[in-house]
């Protein structure tokens, strides 16, 4: 009897068996890659932790007027030490091997430790032990850092300052301490870095930007192995662009190398500040936070001609003679002055036959025009006395105070409200002042003669170098300015919006007609008077010198504008102990108006620029700026 066949394999028992081999390779191929190609529960079995990190924001930058970087931020680490984590494993930490990584000292590390600890300091909370730290040498320490219990590192931004102009107007900056803490109002923790001077200052709560956290995976080292998303995005701080010219700044304080004084110009039309210049200056680099910081402060603090006073806008001078232009002004508005008013001067001043206030020679004054360009001190002397005696000479209290509420719509006595730290007021001796001091001498009058160095802005007369500028630049506009300022936009939060800022316009109650015949007095200044060296042939240089009296050494001065008709620069440059306001000031006014607006220098003009360059002015004499008190 023949075998039977074996009997066929059901068709449903074959697919079972197929879909059981397909789910094995599944199951096996997915082994593998969870296994052996995927990282992620390699990094799950990592996580045996969390923290919550701040995230610290980039500080907005700060450009010129063209866009010009004046300011950058590089990456930073700040090396930071929890005291309890440390101590639980100090008789292991290696610190000869971590001192070595960090390129420090045995005796910085110990030294860097507290020794009293609350209520600067907590055990259980990071303190910083090692600021500024750079991306390549942190770098080496991070591979090492599970062998430091207790260190740990959090990233900043250090500021530069690219070009190494601009130090007092860009100011420095420096660790906050806990006034600034308790006044941030959660803006600021220890450690953290804030604006100290300068815009810096001015504009910290726009720069700064704002914090924001996100929680942080650690291994069972303490490493980073990943973050979760962020609770809170940081904010980063607003852009600030600036009204200054790099270029005319940097040259200007090329040309204010070897001298002592200030440099202001301003755009008449806007009251944008092109120019602010503090001289002697220094490289704001010096100042940027880490360990020569100290050295370079103390080395500036301790130099004579005080580098780190702002003259510009803290130093308080007399105007000298640019301050006739504006007694011309008051005279011809009040009716006390004709501008075709002639005049003798006879070497000066006098009363009673005695010469009580000296003058230059110069050819006989037919109008205002030429007694602002040949500066006639018996011309000015005569109209501010009968401006301010027209109701009579015996303590004519009614006519000074009008005088001086005309200086002040031109801003004097008073702060312009720049946006920057540290303006001061500047003095204008009142009717009452006047009284007081004749008081204290036994009088119970006064007479305007006994201050008549006044008429030619000298005497008890306080002002900034900003507020002449800004009076210049009134005249420029013949009759108004715009409150001077240093920003003019904003680029605000992670998107850049732009917000641009509004400043205000000032009016000056004086006819335009009045302003015309001082204008034309400046410009016969610059032509046949005493700032012929200050002429730019083309630009119609409109100014006005002066040369303030000072027992170290006679300060020169020089106030412009340019062009006459056009004004799109006003400009003061003050010289300490720098003599005859033609000789240095009137021509490095014309250098930085006609490098502005051609954007060089005629060959022509070139042998004045190098002068310029060379003229030391520094041991003439003492410094005579009065501070602030």
């Not at 068996?17 to 599944?26: E, H, K, P, Q, S």
């Amino acid at each position: 009897m023949q075998g039977s066949a074996p009997a066929a394999q059901h068709p449903r028992a074959i697919t079972i068996r197929i879909i059981f081999v397909l789910i094995t390779l599944f199951l096996v191929g997915k082994a593998i890659h969870l296994q052996v190609a995927s990282s992620y529960w390699q990094q799950r079995a990592d996580r045996v932790g969390f923290s919550k990190e701040q995230l610290y924001p980039a500080r907005g930058l700060v450009t010129d007027r063209n866009g010009y970087l004046l300011t950058n931020n590089a990456p930073v680490y700040q090396i930071e030490m929890t005291y309890n984590k440390f101590a639980k494993h100090a008789a292991a930490f290696d610190t000869l091997e971590f001192c070595r990584l960090l390129n420090i000292s045995r005796d910085y590390f110990e030294n860097a430790i507290p020794k009293q600890w609350a209520p600067k300091y907590s055990k259980s909370k990071p303190f910083i032990f090692l600021p500024n730290v750079s991306p390549t040498k942190y770098a080496t320490l991070q591979e090492n850092l599970f062998r430091f219990p207790g260190i740990s590192a959090s990233l900043r931004s250090s500021r530069n300052y690219p070009p190494g102009v601009a130090a007092h107007l860009l100011g420095y900056m420096g660790e906050v301490n806990q006034k600034a803490i308790d006044r941030g109002d959660g803006a600021y923790n220890r450690g953290d870095y804030h604006g100290i001077s300068g815009i810096e200052y001015e504009y910290e709560s726009h720069l700064r930007g704002k914090k924001g956290k996100r929680w942080q995976y650690l291994d069972r080292l303490g490493r980073d192995v990943g973050n979760v998303k962020a609770e809170e995005d940081a904010v980063v701080g607003s852009n600030l662009i600036t009204t200054l010219d790099l270029k005319l700044q940097r040259y200007g304080e090329s040309l204010m190398v070897n001298k002592v004084g200030a440099v202001i110009a301003i755009e008449p039309a806007t009251g944008e500040i092109l120019s602010m210049i503090s001289a002697p200056t220094y490289n704001p680099n010096l100042l940027r936070i880490g360990r020569q910081r100290g050295r370079a402060f103390t080395m500036l603090q301790q130099d004579t001609l005080k580098p780190l006073l702002n003259r510009a806008v803290n130093g308080k001078y007399a105007p000298g003679s640019p301050f006739k232009s504006l007694v011309a002004l008051i005279g011809m508005q009040t009716g006390t002055l004709e501008a075709n008013r002639s005049m003798s001067c006879n070497g000066g001043f006098r009363s009673g036959g005695r010469l009580l206030l000296g003058c230059h020679a110069h050819p006989f004054i037919n109008n205002v025009p030429q007694a602002i360009a040949q500066s006639c001190n018996n011309y000015f002397v005569t109209a501010w006395l009968e401006t301010i005696n027209r109701d009579g000479s015996v303590s004519p209290k009614e006519k000074m105070d009008e005088f001086n509420d005309y200086l002040g719509q031109f801003g004097l006595g008073k702060k312009l409200g720049i946006d920057f730290p540290g303006e001061i007021n500047g003095f204008l001796p009142t009717s009452d002042w006047m009284m007081a001091n004749s008081e204290r001498k036994g009088d119970d009058f006064w007479r305007a003669i006994w201050y008549r160095s006044l008429a030619i802005g000298q005497g008890e007369y306080e002002m900034t170098s900003l507020q002449i500028a800004n009076f210049t630049a009134a005249i420029a506009n013949r009759g108004f300015w715009y409150t001077p300022h240093l920003v003019k936009q904003l680029q605000e939060g992670n998107e850049s919006v732009t917000r641009p800022l509004r400043v205000e316009r000032h009016n000056i109650d004086i006819d335009e007609r009045h302003f015309e015949t001082v204008v034309e007095g400046m410009r016969q200044t610059v032509l046949s008077g005493t700032a012929r060296r200050a002429d730019v042939p083309g630009l119609d240089v409109c100014g006005k010198t002066g040369t303030v009296q000072n027992r170290f050494g006679d300060h020169s001065v020089f106030t412009a504008f340019a062009p006459r008709n056009d004004p799109q620069i006003a400009i003061l440059v003050y010289i300490e102990n720098g003599g005859y306001g033609g000789t240095i000031a009137a021509p490095i006014a014309s250098l930085m108006i006609e490098k502005y607006l051609n954007g060089e220098i005629a060959k022509n003009r070139q042998y004045l620029e190098t002068r310029m360059f060379e003229t030391d002015m520094t041991s003439r004499g003492e410094t005579s700026i009065r501070e602030i008190e």
